[in-house]
Nanobody
Framework: QVQLVESGGGSVQAGGSLTLSCAASGTVGRDGYCMGWFRQAPGEQRERVASIYGPRIYYADSVKDRFTISQSNAKETLYLHMNEVKPEDTATYYC??????????????????WGQGTQVTVSS
């Protein structure tokens, strides 16, 4: 059984920083899991922000050079370090995991495991 629990969301001013954490339990710590972060703003589609599969890391263009995804050594915790945040980063952020693919797929429907979500609000 895989469980993902996010934390670290909150309110921050534009230009500030925030780090999201995702505690993973179950079999997620083993190799072969894609893990990542999606976000969804009101009225918008859910979009992939960043993902990691072994050495392969993906960032959405909108967050490149501002956000960094990382994992603890045992892969039990996934992080999203958010720097120079903008009001358009305001959304509910979800931690995801899946082991069925050989790389991280782009679409949210391809992810089997989801956290409950954590809200990030950036004020201008």
């Amino acid at each position: 059984q895989v469980q993902l629990v996010e934390s670290g969301g909150g309110s921050v001013q534009a230009g500030g920083s925030l780090t999201l954490s995702c505690a993973a339990s179950g079999t997620v710590g083993r190799d072969g899991y894609c893990m990542g972060w999606f976000r969804q703003a009101p009225g918008e589609q859910r979009e992939r922000v960043a993902s990691i599969y072994g050495p392969r890391i993906y960032y959405a263009d909108s967050v490149k050079d501002r956000f960094t995804i990382s994992q603890s050594n045992a892969k039990e915790t996934l992080y999203l370090h958010m720097n120079e945040v903008k009001p358009e980063d305001t959304a509910t952020y979800y931690c995801v995991a899946d082991q069925r693919w050989e790389d991280c797929p782009p679409h949210y429907l391809n992810y089997q495991h989801w956290g409950q979500g954590t809200q990030v609000t950036v004020s201008s």
